[in-house]
């Protein structure tokens, strides 16, 4: 089955320094992963996704991820990290089916030291 | 502005009642999902529907309950089956109705406490 491994639940940076929240998935075929950020007692949005193609995605805010198939992991990075960057952010794999329904890590929450 | 709305933001319920969590979405979207969140344990789905009339389970239906009769609307039913149903509850939806690279879109949820 399917599955997503976010192995870091809390991680804390100061502010300007560079992250990396890492993101492991297990599945058979191509993936297509996602990567989406929640503020305290929002909704989720997409930071970005990947496909096919570049195996490295921009996104939104600066964010960038890396699709590494040998490694099987979907790593998100930020060169300088602001203190509007603390929240929680989950790493998701589409489950193959036809539905299109989404498998998500745990979650790994970020805080940001000024 | 397109958007997915989810209301109320805050919802209490005593045990035994059942309760209806509100979605809609103005974004024309084909697929509409629910999930649950509880704290350190991500996001689980409920139910999901790729069409009006249509709906179908998810990983953790037991105890909830879903109609979609209109394209935009996507109600969600917390019954008193449900064992533990204090938690944060995600709607979201997606344009596509197959394959695995919709992209789903998410509202601004309701937290949902069981006094």
């Known amino acids: 089955a399917q599955s997503v491994t976010q192995p870091d639940i809390h991680i804390t940076v100061s502010e300007g320094a560079s992250l990396e929240l890492r993101c492991n998935y297990s599945?058979?075929?191509?993936?297509?992963l996602f990567w989406y950020v929640q503020s305290p007692g929002q909704g989720l949005q997409l930071l970005l996704k990947y496909f096919s193609g570049d195996t490295l995605v921009q996104g939104i805010k600066g964010f960038e991820a890396e699709f590494k198939r040998s490694q099987s992991s979907f790593n998100l990075r930020k060169p300088s990290v602001h203190w509007s960057d603390a929240a929680e952010y989950f790493c998701a794999v589409g489950d193959g089916r036809s539905q299109g329904n989404l498998i998500f890590g745990k979650g790994t929450k970020l805080s940001v030291k000024p | 502005d397109g958007g997915i709305t989810q209301s109320p933001k805050y919802l209490f319920r005593k045990e035994g009642q059942n309760v209806t969590l509100s979605c809609e979405q103005n974004l024309n979207h084909d697929a509409m999902y629910w999930y649950r969140q509880d704290p350190g344990q991500g996001l689980r789905l409920i139910y999901y529907?790729?069409?009006?009339?249509?709906?179908q389970k998810g990983d953790i239906a037991e105890g909830y309950s879903v109609s979609r009769e209109k394209k935009e609307s996507f109600p969600l039913t917390v019954t008193s089956a449900q064992k533990n149903p204090t938690a944060f509850y995600l709607c979201?939806?997606?344009?596509?109705?197959?394959?695995?690279?919709?992209?789903?879109?998410f509202g601004p949820g309701t937290r949902l406490t069981v006094l």
């Open positions: 599945y058979g075929a191509t993936p297509y």
């Open positions: 529907s790729q069409i009006v009339n249509d709906f």
């Open positions: 979201a939806s997606s344009a596509k109705t197959g394959g695995s690279t919709d992209t789903q879109y």
